[in-house]
């Protein structure tokens, strides 16, 4: 008998998260945290989220188990592209502009997204406070070391999988791009 390898199964998606959670929570033991911030980088003044076709089935798959993926919040997702002209590419042919927008799980005030931290897009997560006391933005960054080991082989080739099944032109979109292209409406 031939000894073939197990494929690697790809954790669910809290699982996925857990790390970046986990910093979150070691960061905000030390003071860095969101707590007492107006959530700008949530708004079109600093947010410029993209993600991946997985990040996007995940949040997806979430909305439907939270009875929130309705027409309503198609509509929603649809007016947010036009808002903010996520459909448009203003790069020069060589690369993209990326574009700033409101998130439209936003919700204004401090901690306020509607997304369970299990299913939120990773760069979200890894989005932290550097120093405690922050309110208004201005001194918080990506951890870009953490959000580099996230992305896995496994999940490197189900997000080529991915793309193929559904016909996605992006390896990562705006959130509502991203959602809208695993819509069926």
């Known amino acids: 008998m031939e000894n073939q390898a197990e494929p690697e199964v790809i954790p669910d998606a809290p699982a996925r998260r857990q790390p970046l959670i986990d910093q979150m929570f070691r960061l905000a033991d030390q003071g860095h945290h969101c707590g007492g911030c107006s959530g700008v980088c949530c708004t079109f003044l600093a947010n410029s989220m993209l993600i991946t076709p997985v990040e996007a089935l995940d949040l997806k798959t979430w909305l439907q188990s939270q009875g929130r993926w309705t027409d309503e919040l198609i509509l ?20 993209s502009i990326r574009r700033t927008y409101t998130c439209p799980f936003y919700r204004n005030g401090p ?14 997560l890894a989005f932290n406070a550097r120093s405690p006391g922050v309110t208004e933005g201005g001194n918080c960054a990506s951890d870009q070391d953490l959000l580099e080991k996230q992305l896995t082989e496994t999940e490197s080739a189900l997000n080529r999988k991915l793309k193929a099944a559904h016909q996605l032109l992006f390896d990562k979109a705006p959130i509502p791009v991203a959602l809208l292209s695993l819509s069926d409406g």
Not at 76 to 88: H, I, N, P, S, T
Not at 111 to 122: A, E, L, M, V
């Open 111 to 124: 901690q306020g997204c509607s997304i369970s931290r299990h299913y939120k897009p990773y760069g979200c």
């Open 76 to 95: 929603g997702l649809k007016e947010c592209v036009k808002k903010f002209r996520l459909d448009q590419d203003l790069g020069d042919g060589r690369r």
